[in-house]
């Protein structure tokens, strides 16, 4: 997109004619739709939403970060220049996890923005925004969107380019310093002595703050997969590839376990002794215990094994996104609660307090982490002289299994969602009717984020609309992991039919 000829722009405007949109803590788009001309100016969008509101002021640092992406260079170099054009004083904080850059936003009481696209494939890219309090939330995006941001068109070419590609000054090392000693002040010297990790680095931001962390916590760390190309590993839809790679991997050597992240190091990725991933959710349970969690928050598509455990005081379920998963642990520590932590089904860890464990305080990090929950569940097998496998099979035999359909036009999603939720034993659909009569009768329902069905068996079938896409997503719980994905393949047939 070029918006060279347009000296003004609301960024709601932007928003429709540039393709790149608001998803979750930011925004997200093509590379080739992301012109340094468009971060530019929602960058500007954001400095001019947080003057207006008094979270900072003219003169004041903004902290820069980046994944390993092919674009995230030019992108930050974007950033940077929106930052000085403001008035801001932007710090280059390098190529670091995103809760690193995060953590010293909160740390210094500053803006903080990672370029980043997570876990999508590289020919996209995306700016995470954090206010000096946090990552942004529904209400903060809003406060964005309505800004009406000037561009200073002597910056760009006319294929809105930057001229100049020397705005970023160079690495300040602070930011990886502060994330990495958070760990290792908190846990007990030494305490991965004798433990033996396989660190699947890929293209992970992660990778090097995790070698640090881990040597220097005692463990012994092989490196597994480094990439100077950039993979895009999602921790919620693991590949075939990388599940196929961490069995032979755990063939090949004597790991206690694998740990790796997704792109910006945002979300977990842990194995057991024998290469299979946990999911995100049963991670978020084990990490929340170790921490001696009084309230968890979770999204309501987790897995129910966190009610069926009875480790905590308080579960409370959200709509899905960190963003209302922020906001409940927000009101949860009003109450002064001990202790209030949240976690989603992607494995990504938010601590909304501060936790003292052992006569050490690890300080609050309210946005998702990585490196949290692998620390955690390794040290919480070794205290109890256990396997990564015996550890989860203490936990309620809960399996979720998840899958989408695309191309699923959102009105009919409405309708599918609509119709069930008056009628829920509607599901019973076509040529599968009977596939559902080993569920019994819809015992109850949830509307907290599309509908989720828990049925006489306790089994749970969640179907919800994508918020941005045009998809329809489904996710299923059994006490199998067999019977999960089985229930979810019946429920996909019963989708098909709605479009046909």
Same mark, same amino acid.
């Given at each position: 997109?070029?918006?060279?000829?347009?000296?003004?722009?609301?960024?709601?405007?932007?928003?429709?004619?540039?393709?790149?949109?608001?998803?979750?803590?930011? #925004?997200?788009?093509?590379?080739?739709?992301?012109?340094?001309?468009?971060?530019?100016?929602?960058?500007?969008? &954001?400095?001019?939403?947080?003057?207006?509101?008094?979270? /900072?002021?003219? +003169?004041?640092?903004?902290?820069?970060?980046?994944?390993?992406?092919?674009?995230?260079?030019?992108?930050?170099?974007?950033?940077?220049?929106?930052?000085?054009?403001? +008035?801001?004083?932007?710090?280059?904080?390098?190529?670091?996890?995103?809760?690193?850059?995060?953590?010293?936003?909160?740390?210094?009481?500053?803006?903080?923005?990672?370029? %980043?696209?997570?876990?999508?494939?590289?020919?996209?890219?995306?700016?995470?925004?954090?206010?000096?309090?946090?990552?942004?939330?529904?209400?903060?995006?809003? *406060?964005?969107?309505?800004?009406?941001?000037?561009?200073?068109?002597?910056?760009? /070419?006319?294929?809105?380019?930057?001229?100049?590609?020397?705005?970023?000054?160079?690495?300040?090392?602070? $930011?990886? /310093?502060?994330?990495?000693?958070?760990?290792?002040?908190?846990?007990?010297?030494?305490?991965?002595?004798?433990?033996?990790?396989?660190?699947?680095?890929?293209?992970?931001?992660?990778?090097?703050? &995790?070698?640090?962390?881990?040597?220097?916590?005692?463990?012994?760390?092989?490196?597994?997969?480094?990439?100077?190309?950039?993979?895009?590993?999602?921790?919620?839809?693991?590949?075939?590839?990388?599940?196929?790679? $961490?069995?032979?991997?755990?063939?090949?050597?004597?790991?206690?376990?694998?740990?790796? %992240?997704?792109? @910006? *190091?945002?979300?977990?990725?842990?194995?057991?002794?024998? +290469? =299979?991933?946990?999911?995100?959710?049963?991670?978020?349970?084990?990490?929340?215990?170790?921490?001696?969690?009084?309230?968890?928050?979770?999204?309501?598509?987790?897995?129910?094994?966190?009610?069926?455990? @009875?480790?905590?005081?308080?579960?409370?379920?959200?709509?899905?996104?960190?963003?209302?998963?922020?906001?409940?642990?927000?009101?949860?520590?009003?109450?002064?609660?001990?202790? #209030?932590?949240?976690?989603?089904?992607?494995?990504? &860890?938010?601590?909304?307090?501060?936790?003292?464990?052992?006569?050490?305080?690890?300080? =609050?990090?309210?946005?998702? @982490?990585?490196?949290?929950?692998?620390?955690?569940?390794?040290?919480?097998?070794?205290?109890?002289?256990?396997?990564?496998?015996?550890?989860?099979?203490?936990?309620?035999?809960?399996?979720?299994?998840?899958?989408?359909?695309?191309?699923?036009?959102?009105?009919?999603?409405?309708? #599918?969602?609509?119709?069930?939720?008056?009628?829920?034993?509607?599901?019973?659909?076509?040529?599968?009717?009977?596939?559902?009569?080993?569920?019994?009768?819809?015992?109850?329902?949830?509307?907290?984020?599309?509908?989720?069905? %828990?049925?006489?068996?306790?089994?749970?079938?969640?179907?919800?609309?994508?918020?941005?896409?045009?998809?329809?997503?489904?996710? /299923?719980?059994?006490?199998?992991?067999?019977?999960? =994905?089985?229930?979810?393949?019946?429920?996909?047939?019963?989708?098909?039919?709605?479009?046909?």
């Amino acid at each position: 997109m070029e918006v060279t000829n347009k000296m003004t722009m609301l960024i709601d405007d932007l928003m429709d004619e540039s393709g790149v949109q608001f998803g979750t803590s930011g #925004v997200r788009g093509l590379v080739n739709d992301m012109t340094d001309e468009v971060c530019f100016s929602y960058v500007t969008g &954001f400095l001019q939403y947080l003057l207006e509101c008094k979270l /900072t002021q003219k +003169g004041s640092k903004v902290a820069i970060a980046g994944d390993l992406r092919s674009s995230t260079p030019r992108i930050m170099n974007a950033v940077a220049a929106a930052c000085q054009t403001l +008035g801001f004083d932007p710090i280059n904080c390098g190529n670091i996890p995103s809760p690193a850059v995060a953590f010293y936003g909160l740390e210094f009481g500053v803006a903080a923005i990672m370029v %980043t696209g997570s876990h999508i494939p590289d020919d996209r890219n995306g700016i995470k925004f954090n206010t000096p309090n946090g990552e942004i939330l529904k209400a903060d995006e809003q *406060g964005i969107r309505a800004q009406q941001v000037s561009i200073p068109k002597q910056l760009f /070419t006319t294929h809105g380019q930057l001229i100049k590609d020397d705005y970023l000054s160079p690495v300040d090392v602070t $930011a990886r /310093t502060l994330y990495v000693e958070r760990f290792i002040s908190f846990f007990p010297e030494k305490c991965l002595q004798d433990i033996k990790i396989g660190l699947y680095e890929h293209s992970s931001v992660s990778r090097d703050c &995790f070698r640090e962390i881990f040597t220097s916590l005692g463990a012994k760390v092989t490196s597994l997969g480094r990439s100077d190309a950039f993979i895009s590993v999602d921790t919620e839809a693991i590949r075939s590839e990388d599940v196929e790679l $961490a069995k032979q991997w755990a063939d090949s050597y004597d790991f206690d376990c694998i740990i790796s %992240t997704d792109g @910006d *190091g945002d979300r977990p990725l842990v194995s057991d002794e024998a +290469g =299979k991933w946990l999911r995100g959710d049963i991670a978020g349970i084990l990490c929340a215990q170790y921490l001696s969690a009084d309230i968890v928050i979770t999204p309501v598509s987790s897995n129910s094994a966190v009610e069926k455990s @009875d480790l905590f005081e308080n579960i409370i379920r959200t709509k899905i996104g960190s963003p209302y998963v922020i906001e409940a642990m927000q009101h949860a520590s009003e109450a002064k609660a001990k202790s #209030v932590v949240g976690y989603e089904a992607n494995g990504g &860890f938010l601590q909304q307090t501060n936790i003292e464990l052992d006569g050490q305080t690890l300080v =609050k990090l309210p946005t998702r @982490d990585a490196a949290i929950v692998a620390l955690t569940i390794i040290l919480s097998a070794k205290r109890q002289k256990q396997t990564v496998s015996q550890l989860v099979a203490q936990l309620p035999k809960r399996y979720t299994y998840s899958d989408r359909i695309k191309n699923f036009p959102t009105e009919l999603s409405k309708k #599918v969602i609509s119709n069930l939720s008056s009628a829920p034993h509607n599901i019973n659909l076509g040529n599968i009717k009977n596939k559902f009569t080993e569920c019994g009768e819809p015992i109850s329902t949830d509307l907290t984020d599309g509908l989720r069905i %828990t049925f006489a068996s306790q089994e749970i079938v969640h179907l919800r609309p994508s918020g941005n896409a045009p998809e329809f997503r489904c996710y /299923t719980e059994a006490e199998t992991e067999l019977r999960a =994905k089985e229930l979810n393949e019946y429920c996909m047939t019963v989708l098909h039919e709605y479009i046909q």
